[in-house]
T-cell receptor
Framework: DQQVKQNSPSLSVQEGRISILNCDYT??????FLWYKKYPAEGPTFLIS?????DKNEDGRFTVFLNKSAKHLSLHIVPSQPGDSAVYFC?????????????FGEGTQLTVNP | EPEVTQTPSHQVTQMGQEVILRCVPI?????FYWYRQILGQKVEFLVS????????KSEIFDDQFSVERPDGSNFTLKIRSTKLEDSAMYFC????????????FGDGTRLSIL
């Protein structure tokens, strides 16, 4: 299932700098997109979401951008902190075709160095 | 603190045996989901459950799987005759009320089939 893809398995940034995590999707019926963070031995924790009627949503240090024409979304974390080090998953759903089920990407391991 | 509690955290079972994984929501919700993540693979949707009925299921959710909410509180996933390939992390999630609401995950049950 390649409907949601995160092409970078890992990303390393310095504390205080911006982290940019990317996600691409192929299913044009997706209309709701989410980012989750996952620490080892824990479940995915919801971070931020965006619906397809918007192109940007911001919550504190986290901003999600959606480019529908490119079928691309990104998560910006600024400033990055060492506690942000985790695996980040993007996920998508499309109510009309697949209901509320989430389709996940592979995840990107973010490491923020002090 | 996760919004759903999953038990057990780790289950080791012989192939062919039945297992029951449990999920207890912190507060009353109507939408529940089960996902699994095989080691090194994506998080995959299994089934969604709304108002005590299955509302959607994936092709993975075949006849060996079942879900129920036996006492109106606990939400269980039963695997009738386990196979080696059922070894995975199983995550329960609860959904929000209405369209385009994030799902909130428990910390998962690690299922190991020997």
């Amino acid at each position: 299932d390649q409907q949601v893809k995160q092409n970078s398995p890992s990303l390393s940034v310095q504390e205080g700098r911006i982290s940019i995590l990317n996600c691409d999707y192929t299913n044009s019926m997706f209309d709701y997109f989410l980012w989750y963070k996952k620490y080892p031995a824990e479940g995915p924790t919801f971070l931020i979401s965006i619906s397809s009627i918007k192109d940007k949503n911001e919550d504190g240090r986290f901003t999600v951008f959606l480019n529908k024409s490119a079928k691309h979304l990104s998560l910006h974390i600024v400033p990055s902190q060492p506690g942000d080090s985790a695996v980040y998953f993007c996920a998508a759903s499309g109510w009309e075709t697949s209901g509320s089920r989430l389709t996940f990407g592979e995840g990107t391991q973010l490491t923020v160095n002090p | 603190e996760p919004e759903v509690t999953q038990t057990p955290s780790h289950q080791v079972t012989q192939m062919g045996q039945e297992v029951i994984l449990r999920c207890v929501p912190i507060s009353n919700h109507l939408y529940f989901y089960w996902y699994r993540q095989i080691l090194g693979q994506k998080v995959e949707f299994l089934v969604s459950f709304y108002n005590n009925e299955i509302s959607e299921k994936s092709e993975i959710f075949d006849d060996q799987f079942s879900v129920e909410r036996p006492d109106g509180s606990n939400f269980t996933l039963k695997i009738r005759s386990t196979k080696l390939e059922d070894s995975a992390m199983y995550f329960c999630a609860r959904g929000g009320q209405g369209l385009n609401q994030p799902q909130h995950f428990g910390d998962g049950t690690r299922l190991s089939i020997l």
